[in-house]
């Protein structure tokens, strides 16, 4: 029996080693789904709300370091998720995302949920392809999963109209041997390109010329052993490492080399860049302001200081570090800069401390922070989007046993739950821990229900300050003035309260209110023991 277009196309996935699929499907994605029966090998998860799927695709990615494919519901269904695969596509996330679209004859109808699908996929894709026949869709599946697999990676969008899903391949033949070329094609695909020996040879003037200097870190330069190559280099020089403030993955804790991250807000990040005069970006952006401001500069650097590339995202990071290590005689030399357990940040609630030497009392981000710092499990995949809670925790945390450290890189709030689903199912032998504020969770709770459905190791922090905080701050910076009291209702979350312990249990993860520090510990340390997903609601 010859196959459709559908199950050509979960064949041409699983070829490319695209075997988890987060959906939110609809009418023109059912032969998309009918074929996950008949064929072996898809894991399939649903979201209650497509800004989950695309998320969850993200998280998939950081962890896995291969694309997942998520599958939307034509232009509405992609829209909702599009601010998720902007966190993706600024990330540089591989992902397959598949949109359903009407049959061909139907959108010349302008039936209800026609739209211009790909005029919406493109600003947050890389590649956008509306797949034209049956026969075409294995092409177009492995170029898809070919141009989410490119360095670092990418948002590859693919248009599936109803009837290139539901009609018979002709030729299963050639379907077949396309497919069977795939997995060469992905290992050739995935190749960074190489740092060219004149871009090492001027990071390593810049670095040897006596001026205070930085290596500013970004993407794969933040991998465990990439950071330590850097730390060589830090030691041989004399410079200063850090990492972008946003961070796709940051390998972080004892014993691992320590970037820290470059401050959030102007003031303190043009503080934190003032002594530098030569700077140079692995994987990193010139660093800039998250937002204009009347008063403030945009460009974060010194004006006076110099900025080199060693090497671009889409280079390969760590080969450059290394060839700048061995450029610069350090490839030999034990790196500088490794977090201890025990580090002055980490203060008296270093990380192994009993449990009596945990902070009691009101919850403050420090005190959080040595909580934190005591108890992140070996390994933890934590997905920090904890806003204004969250500022000091990268310094107050950095002695915590070794884990990877997650936050969104597009700015768009409603990302950390998302991305933990992705993560979880990516590595269900590690925790996942989602630090949260309560404004930026209720964008994508619906998260908690594919947690609980799917078992996700993960534990969620939900930061219940009932405000949004942070935007007090922003009114004033842009030169707003102090809040009235119609101002202030648009920033403040209680009346009437969120229940976050009660959201939860609605969607089937358990959940405690924690209001004091000692409290939190123990709710916390209960959570990480316990495999599945729950929550924890500290008011702040
Ligand atoms: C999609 C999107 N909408 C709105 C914003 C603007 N915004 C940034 S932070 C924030 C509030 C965050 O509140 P919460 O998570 O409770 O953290 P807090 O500021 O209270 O620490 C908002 C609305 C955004 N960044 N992204």
Redesign the pocket.
Known sequence: MTMNGAEHLVHTLLAGGVDVCFTNPGTSEMHFVAALDRIEGMHCVLGLFEGVVTGAADGYWRIARKPACALLHLGPGLANGL?NLHNARKARSGIVNIVGEHARDHIALDAPLTSDIEGLARPMSHWVHTSASAQAITADGAEAILQANQPPGRIASLILPADTAWTAVADEKAAARLRAELAARIVQARVARKVSADAVKAAARELTRGEPALLLLGGEALSESALAIAGRIAAKTGCRLMSEFYTARLARGAGRVLAPRLPYAVDPAIAALAPFRRIVLVGARRPVGFFAYPDKPSLLAPPDSVLTTLADLDEDLEGALQALADELGASSLAPAGIASRRSAAAGAAGAGAAAGALPTGAPTPDGIAAVLTALIPENAIVID??????RAFGAGTASAAPHDWLTAMG????FAMPVAVGAAIAAPDRRVLVL??????M?TLQALWTMAREGANATVVI?A?R?????RG?LAGVGAGTPGPRAAQMLD?DRPELDWVALARGMGVPGARATELGEFASRLRESLAQPGPSLIELVI
């Not at 405000?467 to 935007?471: G, M, P």
């Open positions: 601010a989007e904890s806003v204004t809670t969250g700015g768009s709030i409603g949260e504020g309560d404004g930026s969770g964008y930061f300050n405000a949004y905080r942070i935007l922003e979350l």
